[in-house]
């Protein structure tokens, strides 16, 4: 048998790698990797859990009808354990191991802002699901938008303006205090914004108390909060401690209204803070299945046979976030950073779950604010505030 010329034979090995390189490329193009971490473990679990299987519905929609670009989405989920550290551990792997061309997530403003850090360093979408603090989308240092972070939710300014406004006008509010959580850039942000609000509309803060997560005994800084008579108890904190001090306050003989915000929506504040307690409280809110429009009324019959439940606001939340990043790449109709970016930054009229929806100069979504009050262990839907 003749043999092969050595640089015949080194021509057709390096083909037929070229060939397996081919084929591995195919293959591994066959999907779009898209990133979904959410807080699926740790004190704020329900939110994370609840708006991954909303991100989760709207993706295996999204498969359905076709994909994206004439690809299936590949979900490459992580669990930043409602930690800011772990956010950026997690941010980081699905970026640089994993190779994600976006992301999407979060539902904690710390954990939302430490993650579009290691997304903007690495020029890599990100959409966050329901963080409200504006440092997840503004660098706080320098005061520029971060080039490639963007929100499905509306932000403290609007949400503790529209709580500052129904204290006022619904309960005739004349003064009002607030309890913060004073390690949570949600809650102070949120106190913040409502503080001069309700300020500028003529009432008066007339107790400010700070409190940490996972504090369990509250009736000291209650006690001095009632010593001052406020018409209203303002709230903006997280449902675990939000039901242990609506509980406390109602020992106390607390009677007055509670406000809070977002951050209260989940099965669990029934539980820790009890049905008749809640009577008289009310918060702040993305979204209620009450709140009618096409949009709304599909997710619901879709999310219904998918969980067998009815979907709560985070839910819906993680939906939308979902849908919104398809949207931009889709009218990118590339998956290339920068066009994604350009195409989500120029979001008009998208159409939510909660109406239809823009997005600002600052990359946040321009929608309503829900007003929710709980009766008897019950959501009820009151109004929506539109800008």
Excluded at 171 to 184: C, L, W, Y
Excluded at 307 to 314: L, N, R
Excluded at 320 to 332: M, N, Q, W
């Amino acid at each position: 048998m003749r043999r092969l010329p050595k640089v015949r034979c080194l021509v057709i090995v390096l083909i037929w790698i070229a060939g397996l390189i081919a084929g591995c490329g195919n293959k591994a193009g066959e999907d779009i990797k898209i990133g979904m971490i959410y807080e699926l473990t740790g004190n704020t679990a329900t939110y994370g859990t609840s708006a991954a299987s909303g991100a989760k519905l709207a993706f295996k929609e999204i498969n359905a009808g076709g994909g994206v670009l004439g690809k299936q989405i590949q979900i490459v989920a992580a669990d930043n354990k409602g930690e800011p550290s772990e956010s950026a551990n997690a941010m980081t792997k699905v970026i640089t191991q994993d190779r994600v061309i976006a992301v999407t997530g979060f539902t904690v403003s710390s954990c939302g802002i430490a993650g579009s850090t290691v997304s903007e360093d690495n020029k890599i979408p990100f959409v966050a699901a329901a963080t409200v603090n504006p440092k997840v989308t503004v660098d706080e240092k320098t005061g520029q938008v971060k080039k490639y972070t963007f929100r499905a939710c509306f932000i403290d300014s609007f949400q503790g303006t529209v709580g500052a406004n129904f204290a006022l006008h619904n309960f005739n509010a004349k003064n009002a205090a607030i309890m913060i959580d004073n390690s949570s850039d949600y809650s102070k942000g949120l106190a913040r914004v409502f503080k001069t609000a309700f300020t500028q509309g003529s009432g008066q803060i007339v107790a400010e108390e700070a409190y940490l997560q996972k504090d369990q005994d509250f009736k000291s800084v209650l006690t001095k909060i009632k010593a001052q008579n406020p018409d209203l108890l303002y709230i903006p904190g997280y449902y675990e401690d939000v039901g242990k001090i609506v509980k406390q306050a109602r020992e106390l003989g607390i009677d007055i209204p509670v406000l809070g915000g977002d951050a209260w929506d989940s099965p669990r504040l029934v539980e820790i803070g009890g049905a008749s307690a809640l009577n008289n409280t009310y918060f702040t809110n993305f979204y209620s299945v009450e709140d009618k429009n096409p949009v709304s009324n599909a997710f619901v019959e879709a999310y219904k046979q998918e969980y067998g439940q009815i979907p709560d606001s985070m839910a819906a939340m993680g939906y939308d976030a979902a849908y919104l990043l398809i949207d931009g790449i889709k009218r990118a109709n590339s998956t290339d950073a920068a066009k994604i970016s350009e195409a989500l930054a120029a979001t008009r009229n998208f159409r939510s779950v909660s109406g239809d929806m823009d997005l600002n100069d600052t990359h946040d979504a321009v929608r309503g604010v829900v007003i929710i009050e709980m009766k008897e262990g019950k959501q009820v839907y009151k109004e929506t505030i539109r800008p």
